[in-house]
């Protein structure tokens, strides 16, 4: 079955940076677009970044463009979201997604605070 597993979340103070994995299993993950979405207390999931499948063809949210860079490493499984410059309202709980389905991963906690 399919599964989305992240990893790499944790706390840290402003300005500082995390990476984000997503391992995909059950699936080709060349054959998909994938995403990482992000969910804050009291807020809608949003979107934070998508790759095609080759990974040529990336969207960002205004929020993240120019701090978070989503890449793929299709011979690994594995999905990343690098997060540099991280400010306090970047902390959410973070979800690896799959469009076609779709398919979301159990979620990580990124938490940005001094």
Known sequence: QVQLVESGGGSVQPGESL?????ASGFTLNMHTMGWYRQ?????????ADISRNGGITN??????????????NAKNTVYLQMNSLKPED???????????????????VTVSS
Do not use: M, N
Request: net charge positive.
């Open 19 to 23: 990476r984000l994995s997503c391992v």
């Open 40 to 48: 804050a207390p009291g807020k809608e999931r949003e979107l934070v």
């Open 91 to 109: 902390t959410a709980k973070y979800f690896c997604h799959r469009r076609r389905g779709p398919y979301w991963g159990q979620g990580i906690q």
């Open 60 to 73: 960002y949210s205004d929020s993240v463009k120019g701090r978070f860079t989503i890449s793929r490493d």
